[in-house]
């Protein structure tokens, strides 16, 4: 069982910026394409980025794209969602999740969200002034 950690979630103020984390504490993540979700309440879940073995493979949702930058440390098994420019909008509960079917990611990933087996618990953001 692969159990994934989000962590860096928080209330912040319009224009701010937030780090979240994604750890696997017992499972090398590596290998595998890595992807963040968000969640808004009363809305449907969203694709936000997606990471692959090759830290160059990245993805971005359109909304958050050239806000948001997704990174990963495979020397700490670490995968990263720097949150640049937050907005009101951006309110959700964001998640990570694990595609052990894939090593990249590409256009169709965040469509392929039943390919991610594994989710971590999520992790609350709040824009707010």
């Known amino acids: 069982q692969v159990r994934l950690v989000e962590s860096g979630g928080g209330l912040v103020q319009p224009g701010g910026s937030l780090r979240l984390s994604c750890a696997a504490p017992?499972?090398?993540?590596?290998?595998?394409?890595i992807g963040w979700y968000r969640q808004a309440p009363g809305g449907e879940r969203e694709g936000v980025s997606c990471?692959?073995?090759?830290?160059?493979?990245?993805f971005y949702s359109d909304s958050v794209k050239g806000r948001f930058t997704i990174s990963r440390d495979n020397a700490k098994h670490t995968v990263y969602l720097q949150m640049d420019g937050l907005r009101p909008e951006d309110t959700a509960v964001y998640y990570c999740?694990?595609?052990?079917?894939?090593?990249?990611?590409?256009?169709?990933?965040?469509?392929?969200?039943?390919?991610?087996?594994?989710w971590g618990q999520g992790t609350q953001v709040t824009v707010s002034s």
């Open positions: 999740a694990a595609n052990l079917l894939r090593s990249r990611c590409d256009t169709d990933s965040f469509a392929r969200a039943h390919e991610y087996a594994y």
């Open positions: 017992s499972f090398t993540l590596d290998y595998y394409a």
């Open positions: 990471i692959g073995y090759d830290v160059r493979n990245t």
